[in-house]
C-alpha cells in the first residue's frame, strides 16, 4: 500500500468550522472509495493557531487529509471529492515514521483527537545533501524534538514526489500532536512548566537543531484539530 497526503486551501468566505464540516462529513464517502487509515487535521472551531502560524507563501494551508491505498496512481475518485470541498490541494506520494505513536489521547474513531496537532510542511536547508538532512533529521532532530518538547505524537511524512496541485518546496510534511494548552503557553510547548533554565535551553536546542537542516523562513506551520476514522 502507498500513503498519501493532500494538503487542502478553504474556499473564500467560508470560515474554519464550515471547512472542518465539509471535510470531516466526506469521511464516509473517502472510505468508501479506499482511503484506509484516514485522518483528517483541519482548522475548526476547537483550535486558534494564528499566534503559532507560519505562512510564507499565502494564502495559508488550512487542512492535511492523509489516508492509504493500494495503489497511488487510483486517487482520482478520493482526491475529486476533497477537491469539491476545497479552493485548491496539493497530494504527495510520502513515506511515513513514527517516532512517537499517540497512545495517551486516543480518541473514539471519528471523533477529535484531544489537543491540538502542528502541521509542519519543512524545506531542506539549500546546499545541504539529501543524506545529511536525512541523519540531521533522524539522529539529532528526532531525540531533540521528544526531549525539548510536550509532543505526544510525531509523524514524518517524507515526500517521495508531488502527485498533483500547485507545486511546493517541502521535503516532508510533520505531524506534531500536543496538549491544548501549549497552543497558547509557550512553557508548555517546550515541556518547561515553571522552569525558565529548561525553557530557554529546550528552545536554544531545538533552535539549533533545525538549523541545521531546515530553511526557517520557508517552514510552513498550521495548527489543527485531528479526526482518525481509522487506525
Known amino acids: 500500500m502507498e500513503k498519501i497526503v493532500t494538503v487542502l486551501w478553504k474556499p473564500d468566505g467560508q470560515s474554519k468550522q464550515e471547512h472542518a464540516d465539509a471535510l470531516l462529513g466526506s469521511a464516509a464517502r473517502l472510505a468508501d472509495l479506499g482511503a484506509r487509515k484516514l485522518t483528517i487535521c483541519v482548522e475548526d472551531d476547537h483550535v486558534d493557531g494564528d499566534a503559532l502560524r507560519m505562512n510564507p507563501a499565502p494564502p495559508p494551508k488550512s487542512a492535511m487529509v492523509s489516508y492509504w491505498v493500494e495503489c497511488s496512481e487510483d486517487r482520482g475518485p478520493i482526491e475529486a471529492v476533497l477537491d469539491g470541498a476545497a479552493a485548491d490541494l496539493a497530494s504527495f506520494l510520502v513515506v511515513e515514521s513514527r517516532p512517537i505513536v499517540n497512545t495517551e489521547h486516543v480518541a473514539t474513531p471519528g471523533e477529535r483527537t484531544p489537543g491540538m496537532v502542528q502541521v509542519t510542511g519543512i ?53 506534531e500532536a500536543f496538549p491544548i494548552e501549549a497552543m497558547n503557553d509557550p512553557y508548555v510547548f517546550f515541556d518547561a512548566v515553571g522552569d525558565d533554565e529548561r525553557f530557554q535551553a529546550n528552545i536554544g536546542r531545538m533552535v539549533d537543531t533545525v538549523a541545521k537542516m531546515l530553511e526557517m523562513d520557508q517552514t510552513d506551520v498550521t495548527i489543527t484539530s485531528e479526526y482518525v476514522f481509522e487506525r
Open 123 to 175: 524545506v531542506r536547508k539549500a546546499g545541504l545533501d539529501h543524506d545529511e538532512f536525512l541523519r540531521i533529521w533522524q539522529e539529532e532532530q528526532r531525540p531533540c524534538a521528544i526531549e525539548t518538547q510536550s509532543t505526544f505524537q510525531y509523524v514524518r511524512n517524507e515526500i517521495v514526489r508531488q502527485l498533483s496541485g500547485p507545486a511546493q518546496p517541502w521535503a516532508a510534511i510533520v505531524e
